[in-house]
């Protein structure tokens, strides 16, 4: 039954209804999807088509004369661009370890909101609000209220175990921005896992127990293995949403101090609205999407069961 | 069992301390500022609404285009993402799979990358500062989400359902609005309301191609925050107002949440 | 191997609702196959769970191999259990799933595979089935699994769970003398939940017919059937169920279908003692001798139902509002529409307290 637990988590397969291989029935099929497909396409690819142009180009917003032809040059810099690499390195570190430990965090949640006690409706509540808050404000809030040097909540709580008005955004701003990654998504792989736990049939945790095994015997034997194909959706979404985090570093560090929280989003960022170079903007950014290709293709056919493209059950 | 009472303790322990950041900012919001940047930081202070007062003075132009995109996108999500869904579900396309990962893979590919020409295009097609550039994207943002969730819902509606109703004579619109969308119009709701807190909570977009005239709720937040002088409790105001409608959906919408977040993969 | 004993045992879920198991007393004997009957919500899964140590007792005890376990938690109660939807580890394969309750007791390696490979062979479980997941098995392979994980444990108590309900008819059958014949082999001590009362009758030793939570009557299948010790056992055990209707006293007996039926003295001695004026009358179907116009009882075939060997009348008697069924031969049934009559003998027939349902002298 590992495949029915994964199917609970698969794109389910599609209901085949054959109908006659006739051409007015095939137009028919296709009618309904050409709205969202047409408007699909051309809101998302032409700018990457732009894009793809723009990158091989030299244009400077600020300077008169518009665009013209460099050829290679724009990703010769990309690629000789220490500011590019790090940008890169930063983001893989932010991404990894805040999806790390965001799992880890959410199957821990998880575990706790799984089991009944009084008032579980209500810590569940509270558990998911961290998700809900506007990334904006929550990058904010935390920016102030939570880590301010000198009226910041954190050091205030922190105070009876001898820390003394760190300025967390200074001396710790990476820690502190994948800290605030961390809170806003916890939520989500809790969520996820959950619903793992609540989906493995309660018969097979009653065989277990008569079978003999401990509580502890029967996580790693049982529900870590159910719970698999959940984890896996959870890292795999949350790398996917957690790579292009922006808000946090453009309003809590402003990508410093220096660039020590500079990630992709933000130096692309930085590239158009600072250095005003839509040339060299563009072409980090076919990088960035070759790169993202690359390790989609690779993610996705690790975990290809999760999506469940080929055939059924 | 005695250890369920020792369980949910932690329980309640973890789910406040995770829950206290968001306290305090609702805290903060009511405290006049030089209650706000105080050391040690106060708990205890006569509350005031003046914050409050001077954010929904200043917010109204905003929080007005935050609702107009997230409406407006949401609803085009759904005109759009509906027939889409039937295609690739109820009566598939022949090349089905092909179309969903075309979706999938808009998603994953970081709009970020194309920020630079993206405000060109809107620069030279006028569009710039403009409601309707956040709309357009808006929708292209939500719109593989959506279609996969519909997806998800149309695929659960029992096969004989549907040969029942073929058999009474009914043709494919009417498929669609007598036997589908009633079925599936709470997976509608849930779906619309991933949208809606994708599209309210984005900043990104609305940073980088508008200025004033379509500015959004996220930046006024940031507005929130001057050069200089105290803004503690003015900015947890704004954050608490701005915050307020994405967690009460949320808050509501629980269940719809986790089919939304992964995709309509997880029931 | 050890005997069984529940002692005043009583499970309530909700505060002010009737006890889901209210006061059991049950002795199984050791090494013996008890089957627990009844139909949906008499109670008798709560009590199987009660005895596997997967619900708690909220009265009285329950005793295994005069070991009071009623505190004990599953894993040491050295029992193993058969669930209904079979509960396999659908991580693990087959092997590992035989296999993983003697992992648990850190049975070493070559002694689990070997037992893992006796119980397969027992069971008549291909080997090469033994390295699949249980995704992979049809529905009776997964059964057999079950049953495999259970047999390999060697407990001193087997438990199971309605374990046939979701295999189709005829498996089924096959599968009931295969379990029967299984049991008979190991010796070990069996209580077995079904709501099926044919499963009940061919497979129990001694069968225990449960109802609203009570045990309504335990014994052999033979004295279930021939002597109900009240209305419900009556009705509930043979198939086709028993006739049951209730009808006025009359002297010396009953009025059924415009005469007086003559009932055995103890009957209507203990009628009259009771001071009734009405009881309910049961007649079994194959009771009911059909007599070529010379049958007391006289009736109008309403339906036919032909099985072949037998038949199945459905005769409305005379006077009467209800049908009663009525078995006949299979070759030459009489045609709906017919008038017909029948024969009974007094000592055939049962009679029950309308009020309490008790047998009335039995």
Known sequence: MAVTDASAVAAPETRVRPRGASRKDAWQRRLPLLPALIYTIVVTQIPFLVTLWYSFQNYFFDTPGGAHWTGLSNYKQVFSSAAFRSALLRTVEMTVSAVLVAMVLGVVFALLLDRKFIGRGVVRTLIITPFLIMPAAAALLWAGPMLDPNFGLLNYLLQPFGVHHVAWLSTHALGSVIVVMIWQWTPFMTLIVLAGLQSQPSDTLEAAKVDGAGALATFRELTLPHLRPYIELGILLGSVYLVNVFDAVRLMTDGGPGTTTTNLPFYLYEQVNNAFDVGGAAAAGVVTVILTIIVATFALRLFARVFQFEGAN | ?267 | MADVNYIQATRVYAKDAPPAVDALDLDIKDGEFMVLVGPSGSGKTTALRMLAGLEPLDGGRVEIGDKDVTFVSPKDRDIAMVFQNYALYPSKTVAENMAFALKMQKVPKEERDRRVREAARLLDLDEKLLDRKPKALSGGQRQRVAMGRAIVREPRVFLMDEPLSNLDAKLRVQTRSQIAELQRRLGITTVYVTHDQVEAMTMGNRVAVLAGGKLQQCDTPRQLYDNPVNQFVAGFIGSPAMNLQTVPLADGGVRLAGIVLPLPNAVTTAASRAGLSELVLGIRPEHMHLADGTGELTGEVVLVEDLGADALLHVRLAGESNQVVARAEGRTPPAPGQQVTFHVRPEDTFAFNPGTGARLAG
């Open chain 2, 1 to 267: 069992m005695s250890g369920t009472i020792g369980w949910g303790v932690v329980a309640w322990v973890v789910g406040i301390a995770f829950f206290l950041p968001v306290l305090w900012m609702v805290l903060t919001a009511f405290k006049p500022e030089s209650a706000a940047e105080t050391w040690p930081p106060k708990f205890t202070f006569s509350p005031t609404l003046a914050e409050f007062r001077l954010v929904f003075s200043g917010w109204g132009p905003y929080v007005t285009h935050s609702a107009i995109a997230t409406v407006a996108s949401t609803a085009l999500v759904l005109v759009l993402g509906v027939p889409a869904a039937y295609a690739l579900s109820v009566h598939p396309v022949k090349r089905w799979r092909d179309g969903l990962f075309f979706f999938i893979s808009t998603k994953m590919l970081p709009i970020v990358a194309a920020i630079g020409p993206l405000y060109v295009i809107a620069l030279k097609a006028h569009l710039l500062d403009s409601i309707w550039v956040l709309i357009i994207l808006y929708t292209a943002m939500n719109l593989p989400l959506a279609i996969w969730m519909i997806r998800s819902f149309m695929l659960e509606v029992p096969g004989e359902m549907l040969e029942a109703a073929e058999l009474d004579g009914a043709g494919r619109t009417r498929e669609m609005t007598e036997v589908i969308l009633p079925v599936i119009s709470p997976g509608l709701i849930s779906t619309a309301l991933i949208c809606v807190i994708f599209a309210w909570n984005e900043l990104f977009l609305a940073l980088n191609l508008t200025v004033t005239n379509a500015a959004t709720l996220p930046m006024f937040l940031i507005s929130s925050v001057p050069q200089e002088g105290l803004y503690i409790a003015h900015l947890s105001a704004a954050a608490t107002v701005a915050s307020v409608p994405v967690v009460l959906v949320g808050w509501i919408a629980q269940r719809s949440l986790v089919r939304g977040l992964s995709m309509g993969a997880i029931k």
